[in-house]
């Protein structure tokens, strides 16, 4: 019987070398001991596990008492539970035992291993590979139902990641308890080039690696779970094609018409090639019409010639098609395709895409003119609207003068897509967007009379309603200011658009006008041609809302369904779809008889085909085990509460969000696709109309013209928003993904001004009790309180440039690094927020049982790393001179490791406080180091400048510590 012991499992290795040998000791010891025993510290780089008695007594609260000890719970270890179900101690001290399961009714499961499924599953893995947006789709073969989806800038923290999926790969396998022989077949795509030539030659892949070359620049290139090579059956499918699977497999009619627009897909001698050589292993709409294109118009329709005698190559621009569906089969007919040539050679910067003539490459040059980013359409189509919006000038010499965006007349596109008569087909004129784009203009308006640079944002301004606030004192405004570097001696007034500004309004608006008068009658054509009455939308274009708005509410169609993930991400989905539904399309096939494709039927086991739409929560499922983890990992820094009463939780959130507060929600698995659904999201007040620029600049840190997004629950949709004539047959829920975009009605305008565009516009999420109960019942509990049945939603990541947050770690950095604007983290059953600086804690002026607590000693969040850089101007009077400190502290929670994590330090004496922090020196000892005090002397008798420099110690400590560098 052990009692009051510890006990020590020392190795001669360690624990990143041998993690097995940790876990099946630590899982043995809780197996043998669960009542007595939890795991108080195990980290990669210590070589023991620590193991000690819990404590009997639960009475004081860890969220308060930043000076408890933490517990480390390695990645392998939160596998394992206790076998202990009567231990219902919930609180996160490090008495709490890790790994005892919770009832609860939140989305977060209990366990490590919450989506296994049986050993004897077979996969179908669809995967967009060593393109952007790399992303991999894993569903039972047998069943047919999605098992898991990730895209890999989850993972890696960067936006649009592209690349090999050695670690989607293993992570998939990991989450769903299976290893690399379960998986029976792999569908891929990867529309720059084949896959199996590249990969054929494995030899050649690993030198690449050697030298850090093409693909090899990244770990897992040549890896076995990248190359999958003891899968036989892996075949390819084109890209267009796998954007149309996407959608009609999953959409919720049984016929109809599928869209694919994007920037560019598969090439012409790409996909002709494999016709000409039987290749099996890839599938093309040349493929399912019997290798010669037969039954598909094509545009230019000489296509095979022109390709002959091109410098480079024609690739997909647009491609109609239609289906048909049952319980068993799924057949896709293409219709229709345009082909773009490429007019730059394709080893240049981004393959020349920018130099494309597809509706989505043109609109995708106009992103990189205006932004510097080809993959910054959204913003293209945030900005647009604001063309015909005046702006009271700051003029005093006239006052009367305005400011608004001159209307550009000349078109960037026109015509018809589907023509090729003299006159009526597509027209480009790319004029507008040729010499210097406005992205690397300097214009005078950004600089004051002095010569110095003032507007350093381009496209940072306010609508000309916007009333700056009276003062700059409220605590959330404060929070920030010091992070932004905001004089707060005076409010930030009303910002106007620059030159530059403007330009870039005319420029969106005409791209975004062409866009739409193109796409509308290139889709009016094909459903007159086609007499389709249901409509899919896939590809790149179909992110754009506005389009997709009119397209579902002007064209009459009956149905519009557009995926979650329209992107190249969805390219993943469509692959898996294909391997499990996927086949030859046998309208054309008339050398079988109806008896012998009966016969086929009966020989080919085939999954019933998805009888709903997918659920867009297809990520990992955090554990609590890995939420706990987070919330230790950065326990210094948090006032945590668990709240297991969902009832109450939303009533705590509704009244945070009323008061004018910002809420982060982290709940459950994690969408796939680029729009937070409530999963992974910021809410705030949509009746707020402030809150559009404090959470533009001070939360998301971006531009402030950005729209915001209403989740509105679908019932309600209806009374708020013009919906189009056959929304009510759907129940309003027409917008479940945010794909679509609607006019709010003009009498609620100024009720939800933060979700209403300038233009009157709102990027709709509607919201079911069906498909995300938590998140009704959350607007639900909303609507009661406020009469307003929306919260303002935008996505959770507050980092500059980085995706949607993945675990509980990135959820909880992100919370802290927005520095006090989000004023509240849900996660699961805990309520968290940030934990101010305790002044008198660390200089032992707080009572606690009647007794004055001793002095704190403040401890560095871990090693840290100095770096100091000096200039020297022409002369002593040359304000270039000087030096500048940065600091790197990988372990601290804020660390963002996207820009190494340094942090510039104010002066040398806050550079040497982080030194001393080292946990061993209390205040009084560091006062005494800095001033002429004696540690025995009271505060009170000490001189002007002791007094001074007690000051800014004190407020160098609180820097410190409010971003995660030290705490006590």
Same mark, same amino acid.
């Given at each position: 019987?052990?009692?009051?012991?510890?006990? %020590?499992?020392?190795?001669?290795?360690?624990?990143?070398k041998?993690?097995?040998?940790?876990?099946m000791?630590s899982?043995?010891?809780?197996?043998?001991?669960p009542?007595?025993?939890?795991?108080?510290?195990?980290?990669?780089?210590?070589?023991?596990?620590?193991?000690?008695?819990?404590?009997?007594?639960?009475?004081h609260?860890?969220?308060h008492?930043p000076?408890?000890?933490?517990?480390?719970t390695?990645?392998?270890?939160?596998?394992?539970? #206790?076998?202990?179900?009567?231990?219902?101690?919930?609180?996160l001290d490090?008495?709490?035992?890790?790994?005892?399961?919770?009832?609860?009714?939140n989305?977060?499961?209990?366990?490590?291993?919450?989506l296994?499924?049986?050993?004897?599953?077979?996969?179908?893995?669809g %995967?967009n590979k060593?393109?952007?947006?790399?992303t991999?789709?894993?569903?039972?073969?047998?069943?047919?139902?999605?098992?898991?989806?990730?895209?890999?800038?989850?993972m890696?923290r960067?936006?649009?990641?592209?690349?090999?999926?050695?670690?989607?790969?293993?992570?998939?396998?990991?989450?769903?308890?299976?290893?690399?022989? $379960?998986?029976?077949?792999?569908?891929?795509?990867?529309h720059?080039h084949?896959?199996?030539?590249?990969?054929?030659?494995?030899?050649?892949?690993?030198w690449?690696?050697?030298?850090?070359m093409?693909?090899g620049?990244?770990?897992g290139?040549?890896?076995?779970?990248?190359?999958l090579?003891g899968v036989?059956d892996?075949m390819?499918?084109?890209?267009h094609?796998?954007?149309?699977?996407?959608?009609? !497999?999953?959409c919720?009619?049984?016929?109809g018409?599928?869209?694919?627009?994007?920037?560019?897909?598969?090439?012409?001698?790409?996909?002709?090639r494999?016709?000409?050589?039987?290749?099996?292993?890839?599938?093309?709409?040349?493929?399912l019409?019997?290798?010669?294109?037969?039954?598909?118009?094509f545009?230019p329709?000489?296509?095979?010639?022109?390709?002959?005698t091109s410098y480079?190559?024609?690739?997909?621009?647009?491609t109609v098609?239609?289906?048909?569906?049952?319980?068993?089969?799924?057949?896709i007919?293409?219709?229709?395709?345009?082909?773009?040539?490429?007019?730059s050679?394709?080893?240049?910067y981004?393959?020349?895409?920018?130099?494309?003539?597809?509706?989505g490459?043109v609109?995708?040059?106009?992103?990189?003119? @205006?932004?510097?980013d080809?993959? +910054?359409?959204?913003k293209?189509?945030?900005?647009?609207?604001?063309?015909?919006?005046?702006?009271?000038?700051?003029?005093k010499?006239?006052p009367?003068?305005?400011?608004?965006?001159?209307v550009?007349e000349?078109?960037?596109?026109?015509?018809?897509?589907?023509?090729?008569?003299?006159?009526?087909?597509?027209?480009?004129?790319?004029s507008?967007?040729?010499?210097?784009?406005?992205?690397?203009r @300097?214009?005078?308006?950004?600089?004051?009379?002095?010569?110095?640079?003032?507007?350093?944002?381009?496209y940072?301004?306010?609508?000309?309603d916007?009333?700056?606030?009276?003062s700059?004192?409220?605590?959330?405004?404060?929070?920030?200011?010091?992070?932004?570097?905001?004089?707060?001696?005076?409010?930030?007034?009303?910002q106007l658009p620059?030159?530059?500004?403007?330009?870039a309004i005319?420029?969106?608006?005409r791209?975004q006008?062409d866009?739409?008068?193109?796409?509308?009658?290139?889709?009016?054509?094909?459903?007159?041609?086609?007499g389709e009455?249901n409509?899919?939308?896939a590809?790149?274009?179909?992110?754009?809302?506005?389009l997709?708005?009119?397209?579902s509410?002007?064209?009459?169609?009956?149905?519009?369904?557009?995926?979650?993930?329209?992107?190249?991400?969805?390219? +993943?989905?469509g692959?898996c779809a294909?391997?499990l539904?996927?086949?030859?399309?046998?309208?054309?096939?008339?050398?079988?008889?109806?008896?012998?494709k009966?016969?086929e039927?009966?020989?080919?086991?085939?999954?019933?085909l998805?009888?709903e739409?997918?659920?867009?929560?297809?990520?990992?499922?955090?554990?609590?085990?890995a939420?706990?983890?987070?919330?230790?990992?950065?326990?210094?820094?948090?006032?945590?509460?668990?709240?297991?009463?969902?009832?109450?939780?939303?009533?705590?959130?509704?009244?945070e969000?009323?008061s004018g507060?910002v809420v982060a929600?982290? $709940?459950?698995?994690?969408?796939?696709?680029?729009?937070?659904?409530?999963?992974?999201?910021?809410?705030?007040?949509p009746?707020?109309k402030g809150?559009?620029r404090?959470?533009?600049?001070f939360?998301?840190k971006r531009?402030?013209?950005?729209?915001?997004?209403?989740?509105?629950?679908?019932?309600?949709?209806?009374?708020w928003?013009?919906?189009g004539?056959? !929304?009510?047959?759907?129940?309003?829920n027409?917008?479940?993904y945010?794909g679509?975009?609607?006019?709010?009605?003009?009498s609620k305008?100024?009720?939800?001004?933060?979700? #209403?565009?300038?233009?009157?516009?709102?990027r709709?999420?509607t919201v079911?009790s069906?498909a995300n109960p938590?998140?009704?019942r959350l607007?639900?509990?909303f609507?009661?309180?406020?009469?307003?049945?929306?919260?303002?939603?935008?996505?959770?990541?507050?980092?500059?440039?980085?995706?949607i947050t993945?675990?509980?770690?990135?959820?909880?950095?992100?919370f802290l690094?927005?520095m006090?604007?989000?004023?509240?983290?849900?996660?699961?059953?805990y309520v968290i927020?940030?934990?101010?600086a305790?002044?008198r804690?660390?200089?032992?002026e707080?009572?606690?049982?009647?007794m004055?607590?001793?002095p704190?000693?403040?401890?560095?969040?871990?090693?840290?790393?100095?770096?100091?850089?000096?200039?020297?101007g022409?002369?002593?009077?040359d304000?270039?001179?000087g030096?500048?400190t940065?600091?790197?502290?990988?372990?601290?929670?804020?660390?963002?490791?996207?820009d190494d994590g340094?942090?510039e330090?104010?002066?040398?004496l806050?550079?040497?406080?982080?030194?001393?922090?080292?946990g061993t020196?209390?205040?009084?000892?560091?006062?005494?180091?800095?001033?002429?005090?004696?540690?025995?002397?009271?505060?009170d008798k000490?001189?002007?400048a002791?007094?001074?420099?007690?000051?800014?110690?004190m407020s160098?400590?609180?820097r410190?510590?409010?971003?995660t560098? @030290?705490?006590?």
């Amino acid at each position: 019987r052990l009692d009051n012991w510890q006990i %020590i499992i020392a190795s001669n290795t360690t624990p990143n070398k041998s993690p097995a040998l940790f876990t099946m000791l630590s899982a043995l010891l809780a197996l043998a001991i669960p009542s007595i025993l939890c795991v108080e510290s195990f980290t990669p780089s210590s070589p023991s596990l620590s193991v000690r008695r819990r404590h009997e007594q639960h009475d004081h609260d860890r969220s308060h008492s930043p000076s408890l000890p933490l517990h480390s719970t390695p990645f392998d270890l939160d596998m394992y539970d #206790t076998l202990n179900p009567n231990d219902d101690d919930d609180d996160l001290d490090a008495s709490s035992n890790p790994f005892q399961p919770k009832a609860s009714n939140n989305n977060f499961a209990s366990d490590r291993l919450p989506l296994a499924v049986s050993p004897s599953t077979r996969l179908v893995v669809g %995967i967009n590979k060593y393109s952007h947006d790399t992303t991999l789709c894993a569903a039972d073969l047998h069943s047919g139902q999605v098992l898991f989806a990730l895209s890999k800038e989850r993972m890696t923290r960067k936006k649009h990641d592209g690349g090999n999926v050695a670690s989607l790969v293993e992570l998939c396998l990991d989450a769903l308890d299976l290893d690399v022989d $379960n998986i029976h077949k792999v569908v891929m795509n990867n529309h720059h080039h084949r896959i199996s030539v590249v990969e054929s030659n494995v030899g050649h892949m690993e030198w690449e690696e050697g030298l850090g070359m093409n693909g090899g620049v990244e770990d897992g290139y040549s890896d076995e779970y990248n190359l999958l090579e003891g899968v036989e059956d892996k075949m390819e499918v084109s890209h267009h094609l796998a954007h149309a699977y996407s959608a009609a !497999a999953q959409c919720p009619f049984d016929k109809g018409m599928i869209v694919v627009m994007d920037g560019m897909g598969e090439t012409w001698r790409t996909m002709r090639r494999a016709v000409e050589d039987g290749d099996e292993t890839y599938v093309s709409d040349l493929t399912l019409c019997g290798g010669g294109g037969s039954g598909i118009q094509f545009i230019p329709s000489d296509i095979e010639e022109r390709a002959k005698t091109s410098y480079f190559d024609w690739r997909e621009a647009e491609t109609v098609y239609t289906f048909t569906k049952d319980d068993k089969h799924l057949t896709i007919k293409p219709v229709f395709k345009r082909f773009s040539e490429e007019n730059s050679p394709p080893t240049l910067y981004n393959h020349g895409f920018e130099n494309m003539d597809s509706l989505g490459a043109v609109y995708s040059r106009a992103s990189s003119h @205006i932004f510097g980013d080809w993959n +910054a359409c959204g913003k293209v189509m945030g900005l647009a609207p604001w063309q015909g919006h005046v702006w009271d000038s700051d003029n005093k010499e006239n006052p009367q003068q305005q400011l608004t965006a001159d209307v550009m007349e000349e078109p960037i596109f026109d015509g018809a897509l589907y023509t090729e008569k003299d006159g009526e087909g597509l027209r480009i004129n790319k004029s507008s967007m040729m010499g210097l784009p406005f992205i690397a203009r @300097i214009d005078p308006d950004m600089f004051d009379e002095e010569g110095t640079m003032v507007r350093t944002k381009r496209y940072d301004f306010d609508d000309n309603d916007y009333v700056p606030p009276k003062s700059s004192n409220d605590a959330a405004a404060n929070s920030v200011d010091e992070a932004n570097n905001i004089d707060d001696t005076k409010p930030p007034s009303k910002q106007l658009p620059t030159k530059v500004a403007l330009d870039a309004i005319s420029l969106a608006s005409r791209i975004q006008t062409d866009l739409e008068t193109v796409a509308m009658d290139f889709v009016q054509h094909f459903k007159e041609e086609t007499g389709e009455t249901n409509l899919c939308l896939a590809g790149g274009v179909a992110l754009n809302s506005v389009l997709n708005g009119r397209l579902s509410r002007e064209l009459g169609f009956e149905n519009t369904f557009v995926p979650p993930y329209p992107g190249d991400d969805g390219v +993943a989905v469509g692959c898996c779809a294909f391997g499990l539904f996927g086949g030859i399309s046998r309208d054309d096939d008339e050398s079988s008889s109806e008896e012998q494709k009966e016969e086929e039927d009966a020989t080919i086991v085939l999954p019933s085909l998805w009888n709903e739409t997918l659920s867009p929560y297809l990520g990992p499922m955090p554990t609590n085990m890995a939420i706990k983890e987070a919330i230790a990992w950065a326990a210094p820094w948090l006032d945590v509460e668990l709240i297991q009463d969902e009832s109450k939780r939303n009533d705590m959130i509704v009244e945070e969000l009323a008061s004018g507060g910002v809420v982060a929600i982290y $709940n459950g698995r994690s969408e796939l696709g680029p729009r937070a659904l409530g999963h992974r999201s910021i809410l705030a007040d949509p009746r707020k109309k402030g809150l559009v620029r404090f959470i533009n600049e001070f939360v998301k840190k971006r531009e402030s013209f950005r729209p915001f997004a209403p989740s509105c629950l679908a019932e309600e949709a209806g009374n708020w928003f013009d919906l189009g004539e056959h !929304a009510a047959a759907n129940n309003n829920n027409v917008s479940p993904y945010m794909g679509i975009t609607a006019q709010v009605k003009e009498s609620k305008r100024d009720m939800i001004p933060a979700v #209403t565009h300038v233009d009157g516009s709102s990027r709709l999420q509607t919201v079911t009790s069906e498909a995300n109960p938590s998140y009704h019942r959350l607007i639900s509990a909303f609507f009661k309180a406020t009469g307003v049945p929306m919260v303002l939603n935008t996505s959770f990541n507050t980092l500059k440039s980085e995706p949607i947050t993945e675990t509980p770690r990135n959820a909880v950095r992100s919370f802290l690094s927005s520095m006090g604007t989000i004023e509240m983290l849900v996660m699961g059953d805990y309520v968290i927020k940030r934990k101010e600086a305790n002044i008198r804690t660390l200089l032992g002026e707080e009572q606690k049982n009647g007794m004055m607590t001793p002095p704190s000693f403040p401890k560095r969040a871990g090693a840290v790393k100095y770096q100091t850089t000096f200039s020297a101007g022409l002369d002593d009077e040359d304000d270039s001179s000087g030096s500048k400190t940065v600091v790197q502290m990988p372990d601290r929670p804020m660390h963002n490791e996207k820009d190494d994590g340094w942090f510039e330090i104010l002066d040398d004496l806050e550079g040497q406080l982080l030194g001393i922090c080292d946990g061993t020196v209390g205040v009084n000892e560091i006062m005494t180091q800095f001033t002429a005090m004696a540690e025995e002397e009271n505060y009170d008798k000490i001189t002007d400048a002791d007094q001074f420099m007690a000051e800014s110690i004190m407020s160098r400590l609180v820097r410190l510590y409010e971003h995660t560098l @030290i705490s006590w």
